[in-house]
């Protein structure tokens, strides 16, 4: 994510924020442009920014404090374009309910920030009813007794159980299912890996490369996942597996390595932002733990660059960490094969075809 600055006084401000703590001026993010503006009210709920001269709206979301997206006051919709993805929404009459979506909309708009930085196709079903996304955010209520909403993808629709916006809850099935990461965030970028799997990849010539590197997708899901709860991963997975669960299926595979991709890109901007520098004090030996993220990964083409400065940053987060008392930022290890379907996922989105 990269840093933001008010443009009316250049204090440092979140993505979230709807307000400069410095200046107090109202604050909106203009998802065309990637810009946090500062506004000025007017009559009729105008805002104009004074940076740009335009006029917007906020998003209707707003009003509920999940949203500082901006919409241009001639567009008719109601809501920002992060915000109109959405199906099914929690029931904000329950108070929790209301503050586990303020914390899945702060993960998808995260989400949709960085498929925009992309340029990745993002439609709504609404308008594509075929191969459009939509988000669909739901409680266990009112569900026979043993049943559950399972967070998942299929043909567009990513289902979450607003259960896993609580930390409790969260936490208690990372343990039960042996995970060393799970958030949010992560759920979206995995299952948006699905979806941009049947986007970009099936039907089109990345599908052999794929075969090569993640295995066969036609053999039946149903079949690897009786068979992986019944007998678990195989015991070698970190040779080439970003997870367990990525040992599953093909298409499990690559949606986890997908989000790592996601995950490894998004923390780069940030350090890129920053401009972090890792230069360790230490008898050399090579320099691969000394790292300055000098390009911003979300646009840089050269995979090598992303990975090299990856590694001694990751290492540099978690020591930090540690020291801290705290468990890992990235309690991960890229093995060569994984590193190879990363590079191919870089591919894919950048559409670098002649390195396939
Ligand atoms: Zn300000
Ligand atoms: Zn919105
Ligand atoms: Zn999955």
Redesign the pocket.
Known sequence: MQLFNCDHCGHPVYFDNVRCDNCGHSLGFDPERMLMLSLVAEEGGKWRSPASGKLFKYCANQTHDVCNWLIPMEKDSQYCMACELNRVIPNLTNPIYADRWRKIEQAKHRLVYALLKWGLPITGKFKDTDSGLIFDFKADDHLPEGERILT??AMGVITLNIAEADDVEREMAKKQMDEVYRTVLGHFR??VG?YYWEQLVLDSPWIDGFHLLFGDERQSYQACLDYYYRNGPQKDWGNSFISPYATMHP??DW?ETWAHYMHIVDTLETAYSFGLQVQPRRKKQGDWLSTHVEENAYTCKDFQTIISMWMPLSIAMNSMNRSMGARDLYPFVLSAPVVEKLSFIHRVIHGVKDLQ
């Open positions: 998942g993808h995995h299952e699905h298409w499990e949606a």
